[in-house]
């Protein structure tokens, strides 16, 4: 398999633009995750989906973030408007669904750099 | 508010010697620690992880070491090697629960 892959690999876009960022997680995985990665706050984790189902969005940080993963195989994480402090590292992960009270392994895509200028 | 920190923000040390990387934890509900491991322009990658029903896991060169009471774990690294210089990620997770907590990140360099 060719791991977690993401796309675009860097975005560099002007604020209040709209940025879309793709994922196309493990073949066979149940779970996907988005992450953000700040200096500050280390990789912080934004939403996740569990077999195409959005379970926790507590971290999205506003409404300005919206995220959706129409089946298995793709998920996208789309910001609109964009603003400068969106300028981050994004990794979407992706794992297997344990048994109950087991945590699987997250893989890691290469993430996207985006700058919002 | 951060529930898993590491409070070392960079490590340098010497091939050969030991890094020893820490990492605190605020949730008493945490039961399932883990470290990953970054290099440059890469997405993390699992390194070693250890439930809280134990309090040492090793692999390797790698040992993870949990204190419960203090609510700290460490990874040590020994011998170190130049291609252990990487960014280390600290996580924790609640029973039953699929997502992770993730620390800031430790970014250790071994020096040759």
């Known amino acids: 398999d060719a791991g977690v892959i993401q796309s675009p690999r860097h975005e560099v876009t002007e604020m209040g633009q709209e940025v879309t960022l793709r994922c196309k997680p493990i073949?066979?995985?149940?779970?996907l995750f988005w992450y953000r990665q700040t200096m500050m706050r280390g990789l912080e984790l934004l939403i996740y989906?569990?077999?195409?189902?959005?379970?926790?969005d507590s971290g999205m940080p506003e409404d300005r973030f919206s995220a959706k993963m129409p089946n298995a195989s793709f998920s996208t994480l789309k910001i609109q408007p964009s603003e400068p402090r969106d300028s981050a590292v994004y990794f979407c992960?992706?794992?297997?669904?344990?048994?109950?009270?087991?945590?699987?392994?997250?893989?890691f895509g290469p993430g996207t750099r985006l700058t919002v200028l | 508010d951060q529930q898993v920190k590491q409070n070392s923000p960079s490590l340098s040390v010497q091939e050969g010697r030991i890094s020893i990387l820490n990492c605190d934890y605020t949730?008493?509900?945490?039961?399932?620690f883990l470290w990953y491991k970054k290099y440059p322009a890469e997405g993390p990658t699992f390194l070693i992880s250890i439930s809280s029903i134990k309090d040492k896991n090793e692999d390797g060169r790698f040992t993870v070491f949990l204190n419960k009471s203090a609510k700290h774990l460490s990874l040590h690294i020994v011998p170190s090697q130049p291609g252990d210089s990487a960014v280390y990620f600290c996580a924790a997770s609640l029973l039953g629960a699929n997502n992770l907590f993730f620390g800031t990140g430790t970014r250790l360099t071994v020096i040759p």
């Open positions: 949730n008493s509900m945490f039961d399932y």
């Open positions: 992960a992706s794992s297997f669904d344990l048994l109950a009270g087991s945590v699987d392994t997250q893989y």
């Open positions: 073949s066979g995985h149940d779970y």
């Open positions: 989906f569990n077999n195409n189902v959005p379970i926790d």
